[in-house]
């Protein structure tokens, strides 16, 4: 079964920092384009940063810039948001999805393009 796990949310407070990670069960990451991406209460989801499947190409949504970081071990099968200096606008369910692509230095922004989602870790940026 294909599966994408995600784990490392919680409660932090404003400032504070928290990695999250992106499991792949069933499939290998090598050939997938990851994208993380975010739903807040009574907001759509959206995109907040994507690695290619080399882990050579990467974006991030403007406010994120600068406070995350993604990243990926594939020797692992996994993928990781490392976020910083967190604030409470932040608060959502995240959610790590995978995206078979042919081009290793290529991700997409597009919910679409993605196939494979995880279930969502809940952050919450409070104090």
């Known amino acids: 079964q294909l599966q994408l796990v995600e784990s490392g949310g919680g409660l932090v407070q404003p400032g504070g920092s928290l990695r999250l990670s992106c499991a792949a069960s069933?499939?290998?990451?090598?050939?997938?384009?990851i994208g993380w991406f975010r739903q807040a209460p009574g907001k759509e989801r959206e995109g907040v940063s994507f690695i290619s499947s080399s882990g050579g190409s990467t974006n991030y949504a403007d406010s994120v810039k600068g406070r995350f970081t993604i990243s990926r071990d594939n020797a692992k099968n996994t993928v990781y948001l490392q976020m910083n200096s967190l604030k409470p606008d932040d608060t959502a369910v995240y959610y790590c999805?995978?995206?078979?692509?042919?081009?290793?230095?290529?991700?997409?922004?597009?919910?679409?393009?993605?196939?494979?989602w995880g279930q969502g870790t809940q952050v919450t940026v409070s104090s």
């Open positions: 069933g499939f290998t990451l090598d050939y997938y384009a």
């Open positions: 999805a995978a995206d078979r692509t042919y081009t290793r230095s290529y991700y997409s922004a597009l919910e679409s393009r993605y196939d494979y």
